[in-house]
């Protein structure tokens, strides 16, 4: 039950996006969540006696931040408010693990065996059938780049945090990440976007889940499904992700999806699956 709740559980953050960007723009949508998730989880690590980390730590959790959560959430935000459906983006976003491989190869001197150039190549091939009418959102390659953004800031971010942050506790390495994103994104929701944030109850729904739901309950139960072995690889969960999206948005927003972009999206989910070599898990 629990993995089948995570993958509904996190399939939900671009469903989210897609419900509040109308009433506030990306940024700003961003800069509020993340002041809010970072004063719950610095009140939940004082008031549970967390061990805070060093100032080498604190800056290496921060550096982490940045491109898990500000590059990630950021690129996802932006490509959906400026008309990339909700599914398109999952489906590009969740090529995150091929990606990962690629730089550990490169960076960690990770071997890479011949099934995984095979599931990168699969991969790819995927995204060019999903994306094949949409590559701008104003029939250029502009639109692409908020996407290969996101997914390089995951996929670069994952891996170091992986070697900087191992021992960080948890706790209090959220209330610093969550700190510090909200500081980056407060000159960006100030400066860039005059436009003020409309107080619908759309929005206040998706913020309220944001925080909750998927900052704090869906990161919460992968930690658990982690520690008490209820999936050999968590990571696997993840090529369950752009699926799930997709049928929310299509039951939610009327997003469509062709043959073609169906075929796409099953030869990204193999290529992950053979590509992947022990990947650090998607965040949210």
Not at 8 to 36: E, H, M, N, Q
Not at 88 to 107: D, F, K, N, R, Y
């Amino acid at each position: 039950f629990f993995p089948a709740l995570f993958v509904l559980l996190w399939s939900t953050g671009f469903i989210a996006a897609k419900l509040g960007l109308p009433d506030a723009p990306p940024y700003s949508f961003l800069f509020v969540r993340f002041a809010c998730v970072a004063a719950l989880v610095t009140a939940v690590a004082i008031a549970t006696g967390a061990r805070w980390p060093s100032r080498r730590e604190a800056f290496h959790s921060g550096v982490a931040a940045l491109m898990v959560h500000g590059l990630y959430l950021g690129g996802v935000f932006h490509a959906i408010s400026g008309g990339m459906p909700a599914g398109t983006i999952a489906m590009l976003v969740g090529l995150q693990p091929i990606v990962t491989v690629l730089i550990a190869h490169g960076w960690l001197g990770e071997r890479v065996v011949a099934r995984q150039w095979f599931g990168l190549a699969l991969g790819l091939a995927g995204v060019a059938l999903v994306v094949r009418h949409k590559l701008g959102f104003s029939g250029d390659l502009t639109g692409m780049v908020p996407a290969v953004i996101a997914l390089a800031g995951i996929s670069v971010g994952t891996l170091y945090q992986k070697r900087h942050c191992g021992r960080v506790d948890l706790r209090a390495g959220a209330a610093i990440q969550f700190t510090v994103c909200a500081l980056a994104y407060l000159p960006l929701a100030f400066l860039l976007e005059p436009a003020s944030i409309r107080w619908t109850p759309a929005f206040g729904f998706a913020l309220a889940w944001s925080v909750l739901v998927l900052s704090v309950g869906a990161i919460s139960l992968r930690y658990v499904l982690l520690r008490h072995g209820a999936a050999a690889n968590v990571a696997a969960l993840f090529y369950l992700v752009p699926p799930v999206t997709a049928l929310m948005a299509w039951m939610l927003f009327g997003e469509t999806l062709d043959m073609l972009a169906l075929a796409g999206m099953v030869l990204i989910a193999a290529g992950v699956a053979l590509a992947r070599a022990q990947a650090p898990a998607q965040p949210e």
